[in-house]
């Protein structure tokens, strides 16, 4: 824990160090030439000798940084117990691993910028100067978790990143010259370097705002990732001292600079002197927040902790019943908040329009309170197992031990117990579970369900069953949910994951479920002596997969096969058969992952010839289903 404290400070110095040496060549490029030009000899030498000296310790400072990380990082992988296993792992871990690589070329760019700039008296060196020290701060983002996504999320957080970088570079980075410059100028003159500078922090700001937002919708993913995590914390954390640093600004801007021209000049000067040291301070801390974030898993990899005993939910939009009703409260709340507009607007009329906008809220405030429903700690949980079919199977295993006495052999909560319960168990075969998450089932198999008058009337199972135990049960639960659905109706009518499980194919590659997000897949259930549960039409957008109950079989051309009894045996579950009437039947799962088709020998519109599979995977294209249709498993490739 303290190395890894220590790895973060060191990162968070450099860090600062590198935007502050971007920051003063940007600043010395860009912003305060003019004003210099017009504030004469004596004034321009020294303020010049400042921001030279800035810079250069600035690049000291982040290339003696760089230097310690490197040791410091070498010394962890590593797992050094002495200063000569240190010395002996420096260079491999410089030339042989990514991080070194970027390191290494982050420290080269340093220094080329350190000889680019040389003393600064030349606009064009400072500019050249500045785009290195830029370019090496956004290498940083190779090895943040920009670098550790894939796809399109790999895209978008490098962009967002190396922009958020350099905006910040822009802003804070300047700071300290900016105080050297009004500090050392007259106040008309310090004046007008804050008015110059203030349309690039502006523009920093819209590039911060939108970087930030596009980082936190892939590494946070909402509310529950953003207070219920301690990536999402430490996010809400550098957040707050992003709006103080905001709010400095604009009364740098609005409020003092304006005033360093007025009769009280020297005081305003002051002041905004004294703001602007602030906003530095706070800007440094901001960066080690970033810096701590970095060393943080993304709060999308993590279970979310909800700390609150309500959350919000709009279930009850779409109730018959109630959903009037909150939808009138919800446009009660807009009237209140367009009259407090009004009154902003028009001042006399403010008592008058908050007077009303608080009663109205207080009236709906019944009606708004349906917008929430009982929480628990682990509601934004959702299931690690990936829908696994050997996860599924092991709850088949659990079930009757430790849930059918209550619940019954078949889940519909008549097992031998019922009866001598207060309350009845809960019926596992009911379309309404699907309406629970992942996390709702996890936190009453774990702790149980209080009754009326808060006593359990389900045991929890958090000291009998471990964690995978439970979520084995929860997985089970769900497969045979669909399965008796099948069963009844002949087709799923809540959206339902495709079973997890490897294959062989025939090209010699290994496949799994949660991994085919460019086909669609078919799965036969083979028997190898019915030669008729072998037919299989190609197609090319389509894996067929084969499963055996046996090993030993080989994937036939084009093919794969998963010769996994757990596998068989979980989807037989899910289509509401006993394993040996499994043979014979096919399943079409979409590429998002979803169980989308059955078809079983006699079934009309068989999938044994080309036209009746691509009719049925047409069918399907047509009536794609969301990625958060359910609550509980949604895969993602």
Not at 117 to 126: I, N, T
Not at 323 to 352: K, M, N
Not at 454 to 475: C, H, K, Q, Y
């Amino acid at each position: 824990m303290d190395a890894e404290l220590g790895l973060t400070g060191v990162r968070g110095v450099q860090i600062a160090a590198s935007l502050s040496a971007f920051g003063v060549a940007v600043f010395w490029s860009v912003v305060v030439p003019p004003v210099l030009q017009a504030a004469g000899g004596a004034t321009r030498d020294h303020i010049e000798a400042s921001l030279q000296r800035l810079f250069r310790a600035s690049l000291a400072v982040a290339i003696a940084a760089a230097l310690i990380w490197l040791v410091a990082q070498a010394a962890f992988m590593a797992e050094a117990e002495s200063l000569g296993d240190v010395a002996a792992a420096v260079w491999p871990v410089l030339t042989a691993t990514h991080f070194g690589h970027v390191l290494g070329a982050r420290l080269l760019l340093l220094m080329l910028s350190a000889l680019a700039f040389g003393d600064g008296s030349k606009g064009g060196r400072r500019l050249l100067a500045a785009l290195l020290a830029g370019v090496a701060l956004t290498l940083h983002t190779w090895s943040t978790h920009a670098a550790a996504a894939e796809g399109i999320d790999h895209v978008i957080l490098l962009g967002a990143e190396s922009l958020h970088l350099l905006a910040a570079g822009a802003w804070l980075g300047s700071l300290a010259p900016l105080l050297m410059a009004v500090s050392a100028l007259e106040p008309d003159q310090g004046a007008r370097a804050a008015r110059r500078f203030s349309p690039l922090g502006m523009l920093c700001v819209a590039v911060l705002a939108g970087a930030a937002l596009g980082q936190s919708w892939i590494l946070i993913g909402g509310l529950p990732g953003l207070i219920g995590t301690d990536y999402g914390r430490v996010a809400l954390v550098k957040l707050t001292l992003l709006l103080v640093l905001l709010a400095l600004a604009i009364a740098n801007r609005f409020r003092y600079a304006p005033a360093m021209r007025g009769p009280a000049s020297a005081d305003a000067k002051r002041r905004l002197r004294r703001s602007i040291a602030v906003e530095t301070a706070v800007g440094l801390i901001a960066v080690l927040a970033a810096s701590l974030l970095a060393n943080l898993p993304p709060a999308v990899h993590q279970q979310p902790v909800w700390p609150f005993t309500w959350r919000p939910s709009l279930e009850n939009l779409s109730d018959p019943d109630v959903g009037p009703e909150v939808l009138g409260g919800l446009f009660a709340v807009g009237g209140a908040a367009l009259l407090i507009c009004v009154g902003l607007i028009w001042r006399t009329a403010l008592v008058f329009a908050l007077a009303i906008a608080s009663v109205i809220v207080i009236w709906v405030t019944p009606d708004l309170a349906l917008l929430f429903v009982q929480a628990y700690p682990t509601s934004f949980f959702q299931s690690p197992t990936g829908f696994a079919a050997a996860t599924i199977v092991r709850g088949a295993e659990l079930f009757p031990s430790h849930c059918a006495a209550c619940h019954g052999a078949s889940g519909k909560g008549d097992g031998p117990a019922a009866k001598s319960l207060p309350i009845p168990p809960a019926d596992l075969t009911a379309h309404h579970l699907w309406a629970h998450s992942d996390g709702e089932l996890f936190w009453w198999l774990s702790h149980g369900m209080e009754g009326p008058r808060g006593d359990l009337v389900m045991p929890g199972f958090a000291d009998t069953l471990s964690e995978n135990d439970r979520w084995a049960l929860i997985d089970y639960v769900r497969a045979h949910n669909a399965g008796t659905a099948m069963a009844a109706a002949g087709q799923w009518p809540h959206p339902v994951p495709a079973p997890d499980f490897s294959a062989h194919c025939s090209n010699g590659r290994t496949v799994a479920m949660a991994g085919l997000g460019d086909k669609f897949a078919r799965i036969m259930a083979r028997d190898r002596q019915d030669a008729t549960s072998a037919v299989a039409p190609s197609a090319p957008d389509v894996i067929t997969i084969t499963l055996e109950r046996d090993s030993g079989a080989d994937p036939t051309a084009e093919s794969c096969v998963a010769a996994d009894a757990a596998a068989w045996a979980a989807y037989a579950i899910v289509s509401g058969v006993e394993p040996d009437a499994l043979a014979g039947t096919q399943f079409l799962v979409d590429l998002k992952g979803w169980l989308r088709a059955r078809w079983r020998p006699g079934d009309p519109a068989g999938w044994t010839d080309l036209r009746g599979l691509q009719a049925a995977i047409e069918n399907i294209r047509m009536h794609p289903i969301a990625a958060n249709a359910s609550p509980g498993h949604v895969r993602h490739h």
